[in-house]
């Protein structure tokens, strides 16, 4: 398994700033996700961080949006940028750290992100 | 349609019940099936792994996948309390980014 921390765990931001979220993972790996989660809802991919190459986002999320940085293979960071009400959300640091055949997936505590 | 239909519930049972959670999907590429345990506030917890059909069993937890008919089960046995929890579905193909169900609430009474 692997033990994620993230930083902030939650804040209250207001319209139109930025946040920066931290995760920290207690080994090397290849891949990170970050995920969100809205309020009563399932968890739904942003994107796919790997170390050394831009990350990867899925349909609906945008970089400008949501940049993210994966400096080296235990660090990344999620920042949400241009903050509206609708950001406010869950967010979600994950990853696989056994063998590439080995799709076990844990994820951190999440960050509480409240925009006003 | 989603890829992944989850009674939202909540379901309420007795301490002590068999509980049974379940997913259907529609995405026959699905290969590896996941169960996590969200507890309020924090972040989803592994619960079960199952790689194609067939049965898995952990504890008080058995983990069913039927590819065949696209459905997968989580049950629990000798439910208590602390098992009060969301539980959420999760399926891969292999890309490496997980499909969620939108989770099941769970209430075990004392």
């Known amino acids: 398994s692997a033990v994620i921390s993230q930083k902030p765990s939650r804040d209250i931001c207001q319209r139109g700033t930025s946040l920066t979220i931290q995760c920290q993972v207690d080994s090397q790996v290849t891949m990170m996700f970050w995920y969100r989660q809205q309020p009563g809802q399932s968890l739904t991919l942003i994107a796919t961080a790997n170390q050394g190459s831009e990350a990867t986002y899925e349909s609906g999320f945008v970089i400008d949006k949501f940049p993210i940085s994966r400096p080296n293979l235990t660090f990344s960071t999620l920042t949400v940028s241009n903050m509206s009400p609708e950001d406010s959300s869950i967010y979600l640091c994950?990853?696989?750290?056994?063998?590439?055949?080995?799709?076990?997936?844990?994820f951190g505590p999440g960050t509480r992100l409240t925009v006003l | 349609q989603k890829e992944v239909e989850q009674d939202p519930g909540p379901l309420s049972v007795p301490e002590g019940a068999i509980v049974s959670l379940n997913c259907t999907y529609s995405n026959s590429a699905f290969q590896y099936f996941m169960w996590y345990r969200q507890y309020s506030r924090k972040g989803p917890e592994l619960l079960m792994y199952t790689y194609s059909s067939g049965n898995k069993e952990d504890g008080r937890f058995t983990a069913q996948v039927d590819k065949s008919s696209k459905y997968i089960s989580l049950f629990i046995r000798d439910s208590q309390p602390s098992d009060s929890a969301t539980y959420l579905c999760a399926m891969d193909t292999g890309r490496r980014a997980l499909t969620f169900g939108s989770g099941t609430r769970l209430q075990v009474q004392p």
């Open positions: 994950s990853t696989r750290p056994g063998l590439a055949t080995d799709n076990e997936q844990f």
